[in-house]
């Protein structure tokens, strides 16, 4: 089992900056990559990037490339997602994911945190 926390999110005007927090916790974690995806009203969570704990590869999706980056902190257990240039379209719940590979597909993340809210408006 892995068990994700998620902290940060909130209200943002749009050119705002935030940063989302996911703690994790449980089994080796050295064995599995972490992603970020999020959610908006009607639409289906959508990858938006993955860090492998081992050697900190790193995939965004295009919409983001340059705006958002992912970090992790391995003595904290800890991934970050970095998020620039906010936008108000990228409104949406925010969700941390576990997975063993490598991979921008919803369908092979094991463990998800809560999720969190990232409002971007004026």
């Known amino acids: 089992q892995v068990q994700l926390v998620q902290s940060g999110g909130g209200l943002v005007q749009p050119g705002g900056s935030l940063r989302l927090s996911c703690a994790a916790s449980g089994r080796t974690l050295s064995n599995y990559t972490m992603g970020w995806f999020r959610q908006a009203p009607g639409k289906q969570r959508e990858f938006v990037a993955v860090?492998?704990?081992?050697?900190?590869?790193?995939y965004y999706a295009d919409s983001v490339k340059g705006r958002f980056t992912i970090s992790r902190d391995n003595v904290k257990n800890t991934v970050y997602l970095q998020m620039n240039s906010l936008k108000p379209e990228e409104t949406a719940a925010y969700y941390c994911a576990a997975s063993r590979t490598l991979s921008s597909k919803r369908k092979l993340y094991d463990y998800w945190g809560q999720g969190t809210q990232v409002t971007v408006s004026s």
């Open positions: 860090i492998s704990w081992s050697d900190g590869t790193t």
